[in-house]
C-alpha cells in the first residue's frame, strides 16, 4: 500500500500552526535564514533549476527555466503568487492558505532573495475569505517579526507582500488574467510573447508562481537538492541525442473527489499510477471506474484502459491528457459521461472572458450541442445509399446500405476543434483556455462515443455497462499509443 | 528595410510594418476586425491570422500568428531564411483560409443578419468578408443572444445584437478622445458594449463628445449607428467626392457622400499630418446648412426698406452705379475665411487693379471654443481659411489686412461695403451691427439669410464649400482641395464667378474660367504659393514653406 509522503502538508494539521510561534516551533523560517545565511541568490535560481521543480499550478513549466528568462537590469521586479485556485475539482492551494500561511510566506520570501524582487503580490480566489483572512493575519505577524517589510533581519533584503481578493472569475488564474485584474483591468488575458516574465505587472518583469510551487522553495532550500530529486521519477527525453532528463521531481497535492470513499488532498510522490491513487484515497465507491479526470476539468479524461497511467507531467502528457492543477476526478459505473460533459461545458461557457472570437462564441455553442444531446433532442440522420446484393425477393438488386450520421456529434467536434484544435495541438484563441475546452469536449466524445450515440438514439441520456461505453484504445485516435517513459535511472 | 517573402511575393518593407499593412501595401487582403491602424492592438477577432516560417522555409510555426500583431524587422545575416527573407508569410495557405472560415462561422453564430434593414450593408466588413472568405452556410441552429438595442448618445445608436465585440470603439475613447465613456458588461457570449449605467439602468454618462461620431466609422460592422444618417440611404446609392471639412481651421480631410438632393454624410479621410483617421462631431454634422430650405437662390435688392429678389442683371447694374459714384477711399471690400483662396483672390485683384481701394478687410466665423483631446485637437478659430484668406487679400497689398476693430472702424466710415461673407448662422455683435448699419450702400454675398443679410442693400447668392472647387490653407500651412459636389441651390453662383462679373462691368478684364486657373494665377503671383498649383496639390496636399 502506497504511503502519502507529507512535506507540504506535513504539519497542515498542528494546532495553530498558522501563527508564528508555533510556525516557529517547526522550523519555522529557518530554511529562509538558511538560504541568506549560506547562499547567494544565483545559487538559489540554480538549486531550483537542479530540482527539477515544476510549475503546480497548471502549465508544469520548469520554474527554473521562467526565473531564468526574468531580465535582472529592469527595475522593479514583481513576484505575484497565483492563489486564484478555481479549477473544478481543485483545492489543495486552499488549505495551505487557510491554515500553513506562513510557509507560503516563507517560499515567497525564498523566491524575493533569489530574484531580487521587493514586491509580491497574492492574488486569491475571491471566494477564499478565510484563506485571505488567515494569509493577512500571518503577513501581519511576519511584518512584526521582521521577516517583512524593510531591511529584513538586518541584511538589506526589502520585501513587502499584498494580498489582492479576486472577484470570482475563473480566467483570472489564467497568468496574465491575473495580472489584468490585478493592475484594476477587465480579467482578459493578454496576447503572448511578451510572456510575464519580461513583461507582466505594470509592464514589468514578473514572476508568476502557484501558492503550491512556492511551497516547495523552502523544502528543496532546506533539504537540499539531492533529497528533493530523489522523490518522483526523472524520465529520459529521448528526443535528443544523448537523452536529457525529463524531471518529474517531489510531491504533488493530489486533490481527489469523486467516486471514491476518502476524497480529500493527498500529497504523495509524483508518479503513481490512478490505480494507487484511487486506493490511497479508500478504494472506489461502487463497483468499477468508468473514467478518471487526471487535471482538473481541463484535462481529457482517462478511461478504465488507461489506469496504470502515472499520474506525472511527462506520464500524462504522453497519455494526451495532463496533470494541470492536480484535481482528479473519480467517476464509477453508474456515471453518465454525456452529462458529466455538460457539467463541465455549463462551466467554460460561463467562464469565458469573451475576449476573442473563437472562444466567446464556440463555448457556449458546445455546451448548447451538449445540452440538445441531453435533452434528447441530439441530431443523426439515417442515409440509405444504393448496394447491389440479393434482396429479400431473392434476386439480385438495390438492397439499400442504411448508414446512422450522428450529426451533432460531428458537429461537436468540430466546433469545439475550431476553436482550438486537440490534434494538432493548435489554437486560435489568445490564451489556451480554448484548449481547455476542446479537450474535454473531444476526449469524452471520442472515448465515450457510444454513451453519446445512445443519447442521440434513445432520445435521453442512457448510461452505459462500462465495457460498453468506452472506445478500446486500438479503435481510436483519441488516445496516445500506449507508451510507457523510460526512467533516466533505467537507461544509464 | 526588411525583406519579406509575401506567399509568392519578394517585397521590401519599412521595419515595424505590420503583416496586415505590409499586405495592403502590395494589394493582398488580410482580413481584419478589431485591427485598426490608429489605436492600440488586442487581436481580439483573430481573423487575421497567417502562417509564418521564422526558422526555415519548409515549416510553418506551429499556431498561426495574428497579421495585426506580427511586425516585420530587418534580420541579422545568420537569422535570415534561406539566406535572404527576414520572414515569410504565406496569406493563402490552406490552414489560413480554414481558420478565416472557423472565426467567421463563429462571428455568425449570435449575429443577427439584417443587412436588409442595416445601414451598414453595402459597406460592412462581415458582410464582405463572409462573401469573400466565408462559409455559405451556418451550422448554428440554437437560439441567438439578442440584446437590446442602446441609445448611447446624441448621435450614436448601438445595435447590440450586430456587435462582433472587436472594441475598437472602446480603444477609441479610451485613447484617441481620451473621454472613456464605453465599456464592456457582461461576460463571455453576453459580452456587450455599454455606457456607465446606475443600478437602475440610467445612464450616468453619454456617449457624448466631440470626437463620438468616429466610432461610428470605424465600427466594422452596423453595431455602431449615426442618428443623423440612419435609415437616410443605402451608401451605394451616395456619391463621394474627397474634400476638406470647412468647420475649422484644422483643415481634416474628408470625403463628402452626396446625392443630387443634397449631402447626406461627411466622413473623414486619412492625413497622417493633419487628422490622420478623423475627423470631430461639429464637422460631421455641420453640413446641414448646406441643404437648407431657406438657401439663397436669387439675388434681392432693398425696396423701400423691403428686401425684394430680382434679377442678375438688375443686381450687377445696381451694384455698378452705386460704386461708379463714390471714391475708391469710399469703398471697403472684405473677403471670407470661408472662401476659398481663388474666391479671395479674384476679389483682392478687383480691390487692388479695378476699384484701387486698399481699404482690403477679412470676415468669418467668430472665435469659438479649443477642445484637446490625447490625440486630436478642434481649433477655435471655426473657419477653414482664415490664413489663406489673410495671405491672399493682403497680397498686393503689403500684406494689410483689417481686422477686427481696425476694419469695422473702416467700415463705419465707408460708403460703399462689398462682403463676401458665406458664415453659416454668424450672429453679430453691437459694434459690428453698429459699423454695418452706417454704411450707405451694403453689397453682401453670402448664402443663408443672417443677420449680415438682413442689413443688406444688395444680397448676391453665394456658395458653401459643398458646391464649389478650390482650396483652403489650414493653421499649419497646408493647401488642400475642396472640390464641388451638388450644384448650387437657384441661380447662386461661385463666389469668385460674381466678383468677376462685378469686376468686368466696372471695367476690369478678367477671364477665369475655372478656378484651377485662378490658383495658377495665385501660384504665379502670390508668395509662397509657388506649388500649390490644384494639380500639384492633388489629394494629399502641399505643405507651404
Ligand atoms: C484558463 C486557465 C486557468 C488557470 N487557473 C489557474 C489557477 O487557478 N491557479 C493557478 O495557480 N494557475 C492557473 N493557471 C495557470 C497559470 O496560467 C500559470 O501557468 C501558473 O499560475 C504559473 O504558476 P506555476 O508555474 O507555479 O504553475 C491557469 C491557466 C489557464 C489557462
Ligand atoms: S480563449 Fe477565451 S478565455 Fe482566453 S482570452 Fe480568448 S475568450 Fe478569453
Ligand atoms: S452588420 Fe453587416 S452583416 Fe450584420 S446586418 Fe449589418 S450589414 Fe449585415
Ligand atoms: S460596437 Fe462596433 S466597434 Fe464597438 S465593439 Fe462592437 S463591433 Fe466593435
Known sequence: ?492 | MAFIKLNDLEIEVEDGTNIVEAARQHGIEVPHYCYHPGLSRPANCRMCLIDLYLRSSEMPERQLATGCTTTVRSAPPERKIDGKYDVIVRTDSPRVIKAREDILEFLLVHHPLDCPVCDQAGECDLQDFSYRHGHDKSRYVEVKNVPPKKDLGPDVLLYTTRCIVCTRCIRFCDEVSGTGELGLINRGSHDEIDIPRNHAGTPIQLLDNKLAGNVVDICPVGALISKDFLFKSRPWFLKKENSICSGCSVGCNVTVEYKEDGLYRIKPRFHEDINQHWMCDDGRLGYHYVNNDDRLQLPQKRVEDELVTTQWADALSLITEKISEVESNDIVVIGSAQATNEDNFVLQQFAHDVLKTTQLGLFGQQLGEEHKFPQFTIEADKNPNTAGARTILGSANGNVVLEGETLWEKVAGAKVVYLVSGVPERALDEAEKEALSKVDFLIVQDILPSAVTEMADVILPGTTFAEKDGTFTNSTGWVQRIRKTIDPPGEAQSDWLITQQIANQLGGEFEYSFAGEIALAIAESVEGYGDATHQKIGDAGIKLA
Open chain 1, 1 to 492: 500500500m502506497v504511503q502519502e509522503k507529507r512535506i507540504l502538508y506535513e504539519h497542515l494539521n498542528v494546532p495553530n500552526i498558522n501563527t508564528y510561534d508555533v510556525y516557529r516551533q517547526y522550523d519555522g523560517y529557518t530554511r529562509f535564514e538558511k538560504a541568506l545565511a549560506e547562499y547567494q541568490p544565483d545559487d538559489i535560481a540554480q538549486m531550483v533549476k537542479d530540482s527539477g521543480l515544476k510549475g503546480r499550478g497548471g502549465a508544469g513549466f520548469s520554474t527554473g527555466a521562467k526565473w531564468s528568462f526574468v531580465p535582472k537590469d529592469i527595475e522593479p521586479r514583481y513576484l505575484c503568487c497565483n492563489a486564484d485556485e478555481s479549477e473544478p475539482g481543485t483545492f489543495s492551494n486552499r488549505y495551505v492558505l487557510e491554515k500553513n500561511p506562513h510557509l507560503l510566506i516563507e517560499g515567497i520570501l525564498i523566491c524575493c532573495y533569489a530574484m531580487g524582487i521587493e514586491t509580491t503580490y497574492v492574488y486569491i480566489r475571491g471566494e477564499f475569505t478565510l484563506g485571505k483572512k488567515m494569509l493577512d493575519a500571518a503577513i501581519k505577524e511576519a511584518y512584526e517579526q521582521g521577516y517583512l517589510g524593510e531591511n529584513i533581519r538586518d541584511t538589506g533584503l526589502n520585501v513587502n507582500i499584498y494580498t489582492h481578493p479576486g472577484a470570482g472569475a475563473y480566467i483570472c488564474g489564467e497568468e496574465t488574467g491575473l495580472i489584468e485584474s490585478l493592475e484594476g483591468k477587465r480579467g482578459q488575458p493578454r496576447n503572448k510573447p511578451p510572456f510575464p516574465a519580461v513583461e507582466g505587472v505594470f509592464m514589468k518583469p514578473t514572476v508568476v508562481q502557484n501558492v503550491e510551487t512556492l511551497c516547495n522553495l523552502p523544502f528543496i532550500v532546506g533539504n537540499g537538492v539531492e533529497w528533493y530529486t530523489e522523490m518522483g521519477p526523472t524520465y529520459a527525453d529521448t528526443r535528443s541525442d544523448p537523452p536529457t532528463p525529463d524531471p518529474n521531481t517531489g510531491t504533488k497535492l493530489y486533490c481527489i473527489s469523486g467516486d471514491v470513499n476518502e476524497p480529500g488532498v493527498y500529497e504523495l510522490e509524483l508518479g503513481l499510477t490512478c490505480t494507487e491513487l484511487i486506493e490511497v484515497a479508500g478504494g472506489l465507491r461502487g463497483e468499477e471506474v468508468k473514467a478518471v479526470i487526471p487535471g482538473g476539468s481541463s484535462a481529457p479524461i482517462l478511461t478504465h484502459y488507461e489506469l496504470d497511467t502515472r499520474l506525472d507531467f511527462t506520464s500524462l502528457t504522453l497519455a494526451k491528457s495532463m496533470l494541470g492543477s492536480g484535481g482528479i476526478i473519480v467517476m464509477n459505473e453508474t456515471r453518465n459521461i454525456v452529462d458529466c460533459l455538460l457539467n463541465i461545458m455549463k462551466f467554460y461557457a460561463h467562464e469565458s472572458c469573451g475576449q476573442c472570437t473563437p472562444c466567446r462564441w464556440g463555448t457556449p455553442w458546445v455546451r448548447d450541442i451538449v445540452q440538445r444531446i441531453v435533452d434528447g433532442e441530439g441530431r443523426k440522420t439515417t442515409i440509405t445509399r444504393p448496394k447491389f446484393g440479393v434482396t429479400e425477393s431473392g434476386r439480385w438488386g438495390d438492397t439499400g446500405e442504411t448508414e446512422e450520421i450522428y450529426e451533432d456529434l460531428d458537429l461537436l467536434e468540430d466546433v469545439a476543434n475550431n476553436i482550438a484544435n486537440v490534434d494538432t495541438m493548435t489554437w486560435n484563441t489568445i490564451c489556451v483556455f480554448g484548449i481547455a475546452v476542446s479537450w474535454p469536449a473531444v476526449s469524452y466524445m471520442r472515448k465515450f462515443r457510444p454513451e453519446f450515440e445512445a443519447a442521440i438514439r434513445e432520445g435521453k441520456l442512457v448510461t452505459l455497462p462500462v465495457a460498453e461505453a468506452t472506445v478500446p484504445p486500438e479503435e481510436n485516435y483519441a488516445y496516445q499509443q500506449r507508451f510507457i517513459p523510460k526512467e533516466f535511472s533505467e537507461l544509464e
